[in-house]
Protein backbone atom coordinates (compact mmCIF):
# COMPACT_ATOMS: atom_id res chain seq x y z
CA UNK A 1 0.00 0.00 0.00
CA UNK A 2 2.37 2.49 1.04
CA UNK A 3 4.29 1.84 -2.56
CA UNK A 4 1.37 3.57 -3.85
CA UNK A 5 2.70 6.89 -2.24
CA UNK A 6 6.21 6.23 -3.93
CA UNK A 7 6.93 9.09 -6.38
CA UNK A 8 8.13 6.80 -8.72
CA UNK A 9 4.95 4.32 -8.61
CA UNK A 10 2.51 7.08 -8.77
CA UNK A 11 4.08 8.07 -12.14
CA UNK A 12 4.97 4.97 -13.46
CA UNK A 13 1.07 4.31 -12.66
CA UNK A 14 -0.66 7.28 -14.34
CA UNK A 15 2.50 8.94 -15.81
CA UNK A 16 1.86 13.27 -15.97
CA UNK A 17 -1.62 12.75 -15.66
CA UNK A 18 -1.92 11.18 -12.32
CA UNK A 19 0.79 13.67 -11.57
CA UNK A 20 -1.22 16.81 -12.39
CA UNK A 21 -4.29 14.95 -9.81
CA UNK A 22 -2.06 14.74 -6.92
CA UNK A 23 -0.41 17.75 -7.02
CA UNK A 24 -4.38 19.63 -7.43
CA UNK A 25 -5.33 17.68 -4.67
CA UNK A 26 -2.53 18.43 -2.38
CA UNK A 27 -2.65 21.81 -2.58
CA UNK A 28 -6.94 22.16 -2.91
CA UNK A 29 -8.11 19.19 -0.62
CA UNK A 30 -7.33 17.91 2.42
CA UNK A 31 -6.97 14.22 1.17
CA UNK A 32 -3.62 15.52 -0.12
CA UNK A 33 -1.94 16.03 2.76
CA UNK A 34 -0.66 12.10 2.33
CA UNK A 35 1.26 12.66 -0.37
CA UNK A 36 4.81 13.58 -1.41
CA UNK A 37 4.91 16.67 -3.19
CA UNK A 38 8.03 17.86 -3.40
CA UNK A 39 10.27 14.51 -3.98
CA UNK A 40 7.05 14.15 -6.31
CA UNK A 41 7.97 17.24 -8.38
CA UNK A 42 11.40 16.32 -8.09
CA UNK A 43 11.20 12.70 -9.29
CA UNK A 44 8.85 13.99 -12.43
CA UNK A 45 11.99 16.22 -13.59
CA UNK A 46 14.08 13.02 -13.32
CA UNK A 47 12.07 11.13 -14.98
CA UNK A 48 11.44 13.74 -17.60
CA UNK A 49 15.44 13.63 -18.26
CA UNK A 50 15.83 9.99 -18.58
CA UNK A 51 13.11 10.19 -20.62
CA UNK A 52 10.60 8.27 -18.86
CA UNK A 53 8.01 10.73 -19.08
CA UNK A 54 8.71 12.01 -23.04
CA UNK A 55 7.46 15.57 -22.88
CA UNK A 56 9.25 18.92 -22.88
CA UNK A 57 10.65 19.93 -19.10
CA UNK A 58 8.66 22.92 -19.82
CA UNK A 59 5.48 21.16 -20.46
CA UNK A 60 5.57 18.83 -17.19
CA UNK A 61 6.39 22.04 -15.40
CA UNK A 62 3.67 24.55 -16.51
CA UNK A 63 1.06 21.24 -16.32
CA UNK A 64 2.53 21.38 -12.13
CA UNK A 65 2.13 24.94 -12.05
CA UNK A 66 -1.66 25.05 -13.60
CA UNK A 67 -2.65 21.84 -11.64
CA UNK A 68 -1.25 23.60 -8.20
CA UNK A 69 -3.11 27.06 -8.95
CA UNK A 70 -6.27 25.43 -9.60
CA UNK A 71 -5.83 23.32 -6.39
CA UNK A 72 -5.15 26.62 -4.64
CA UNK A 73 -8.75 28.58 -6.11
CA UNK A 74 -9.98 25.29 -4.82
CA UNK A 75 -8.77 25.36 -1.21
CA UNK A 76 -9.68 28.79 -1.28
CA UNK A 77 -13.44 28.57 -1.78
CA UNK A 78 -13.65 25.81 0.74
CA UNK A 79 -12.48 27.47 2.96
CA UNK A 80 -14.44 30.57 2.39
CA UNK A 81 -17.42 28.21 2.29
CA UNK A 82 -16.37 26.63 5.59
CA UNK A 83 -15.69 30.24 7.19
CA UNK A 84 -14.81 30.17 10.81
CA UNK A 85 -16.10 26.66 11.87
CA UNK A 86 -13.04 25.32 9.78
CA UNK A 87 -11.01 25.84 13.10
CA UNK A 88 -13.92 23.80 14.61
CA UNK A 89 -13.28 21.01 12.23
CA UNK A 90 -12.99 17.61 14.63
CA UNK A 91 -9.95 15.39 13.96
CA UNK A 92 -9.60 13.02 11.77
CA UNK A 93 -7.34 11.36 9.29
CA UNK A 94 -6.86 13.92 7.09
CA UNK A 95 -7.53 16.53 9.63
CA UNK A 96 -5.52 18.00 12.61
CA UNK A 97 -6.55 21.17 14.78
CA UNK A 98 -2.90 21.57 15.34
CA UNK A 99 -2.19 22.12 11.11
CA UNK A 100 -4.28 24.96 11.05
CA UNK A 101 -3.11 26.76 14.32
CA UNK A 102 0.47 25.83 12.55
CA UNK A 103 -0.30 27.57 9.19
CA UNK A 104 -2.31 31.07 11.47
CA UNK A 105 1.11 31.24 12.72
CA UNK A 106 2.54 30.77 9.46
CA UNK A 107 0.57 33.57 8.29
CA UNK A 108 0.90 35.90 11.16
CA UNK A 109 4.49 35.62 10.25
CA UNK A 110 4.63 36.03 6.57
CA UNK A 111 1.21 37.21 5.77
CA UNK A 112 0.34 36.40 1.88
CA UNK A 113 3.71 35.35 1.29
CA UNK A 114 3.24 32.37 3.06
CA UNK A 115 0.89 31.28 -0.20
CA UNK A 116 4.38 31.44 -1.67
CA UNK A 117 7.22 29.82 0.88
CA UNK A 118 4.45 27.16 1.92
CA UNK A 119 4.38 25.71 -1.55
CA UNK A 120 7.49 24.29 -0.54
CA UNK A 121 6.26 22.79 3.17
CA UNK A 122 4.04 19.72 3.50
CA UNK A 123 1.17 20.50 4.94
CA UNK A 124 1.50 24.36 5.18
CA UNK A 125 0.86 23.96 0.79
CA UNK A 126 -1.80 22.40 1.68
CA UNK A 127 -3.71 24.66 4.50
CA UNK A 128 -2.27 27.79 3.27
CA UNK A 129 -5.02 28.24 0.60
CA UNK A 130 -7.81 26.95 3.05
CA UNK A 131 -7.03 29.56 5.50
CA UNK A 132 -7.19 32.70 3.09
CA UNK A 133 -10.53 31.40 2.64
CA UNK A 134 -11.89 31.45 5.96
CA UNK A 135 -9.65 34.35 7.00
CA UNK A 136 -11.49 35.95 3.55
CA UNK A 137 -8.10 37.49 1.86
CA UNK A 138 -8.86 39.43 -1.36
CA UNK A 139 -9.19 37.32 -4.05
CA UNK A 140 -7.39 39.38 -6.32
CA UNK A 141 -4.11 39.43 -3.93
CA UNK A 142 -4.59 35.51 -3.59
CA UNK A 143 -4.43 35.21 -7.26
CA UNK A 144 -1.63 37.28 -7.17
CA UNK A 145 0.85 35.47 -4.62
CA UNK A 146 -1.19 32.18 -5.83
CA UNK A 147 0.20 32.54 -9.01
CA UNK A 148 3.77 33.12 -8.03
CA UNK A 149 3.85 29.85 -5.52
CA UNK A 150 2.55 27.64 -7.90
CA UNK A 151 5.10 28.99 -10.62
CA UNK A 152 7.90 29.24 -8.71
CA UNK A 153 7.24 25.31 -6.76
CA UNK A 154 7.80 22.93 -10.20
CA UNK A 155 10.27 25.76 -11.52
CA UNK A 156 12.52 24.79 -8.68
CA UNK A 157 11.56 21.73 -7.99
CA UNK A 158 11.00 20.09 -11.13
CA UNK A 159 14.08 21.66 -12.72
CA UNK A 160 16.13 20.86 -10.61
CA UNK A 161 15.43 17.00 -10.76
CA UNK A 162 15.35 17.37 -14.95
CA UNK A 163 19.29 19.15 -14.41
CA UNK A 164 20.12 16.47 -11.29
CA UNK A 165 18.96 13.86 -13.67
CA UNK A 166 21.80 13.98 -16.32
CA UNK A 167 24.37 12.73 -14.03
CA UNK A 168 24.72 9.20 -13.29
CA UNK A 169 25.63 8.99 -9.08
CA UNK A 170 22.11 10.88 -9.21
CA UNK A 171 20.45 8.27 -11.87
CA UNK A 172 22.28 5.81 -9.36
CA UNK A 173 21.10 6.92 -5.83
CA UNK A 174 18.36 9.14 -6.62
CA UNK A 175 15.37 6.75 -4.35
CA UNK A 176 18.21 7.83 -1.24
CA UNK A 177 17.91 11.20 -2.69
CA UNK A 178 13.90 11.48 -3.03
CA UNK A 179 13.78 9.90 0.29
CA UNK A 180 16.53 12.44 2.08
CA UNK A 181 14.10 15.08 0.55
CA UNK A 182 11.13 13.72 2.04
CA UNK A 183 12.83 13.69 5.50
CA UNK A 184 14.35 17.09 5.13
CA UNK A 185 11.46 18.84 4.31
CA UNK A 186 8.89 17.43 6.32
CA UNK A 187 11.46 17.39 9.36
CA UNK A 188 11.06 21.21 10.86
CA UNK A 189 7.00 20.42 10.61
CA UNK A 190 6.65 17.09 12.06
CA UNK A 191 8.68 18.60 14.79
CA UNK A 192 6.27 21.57 15.33
CA UNK A 193 3.74 19.09 15.57
CA UNK A 194 5.13 17.49 18.26
CA UNK A 195 6.32 20.15 20.23
CA UNK A 196 2.66 22.10 19.78
CA UNK A 197 0.77 18.66 21.07
CA UNK A 198 3.26 18.48 23.94
CA UNK A 199 2.20 21.58 25.38
CA UNK A 200 -1.30 21.26 24.37
CA UNK A 201 -0.97 17.68 26.63
CA UNK A 202 0.79 19.88 29.23
CA UNK A 203 -1.85 22.64 30.10
Known amino acids: MFELFNPKTIIHL ?3 GLLAAVVFAETGLLVG ?10 TA ?9 RLP ?6 IVGAAAFLGDQ ?6 WRAGRAFF ?9 PEYVHMTRDFYQKYGASVLILGKFLPIIRTFAPLLAGVIQ ?23 AGYFLGNISWIQAYYEWIVIAMVLITTGPIVWRILKERKKTISV
Open 137 to 159: MPYQKFILVSLIGSLLWPLVLVT
Open 57 to 62: VQLVTA
Open 88 to 96: NKPKSFFFR
Open 45 to 53: GLLTAVKVI
Open 14 to 16: GGV
Open 33 to 42: IIFPGDSLLF
Open 74 to 79: SGYWIG
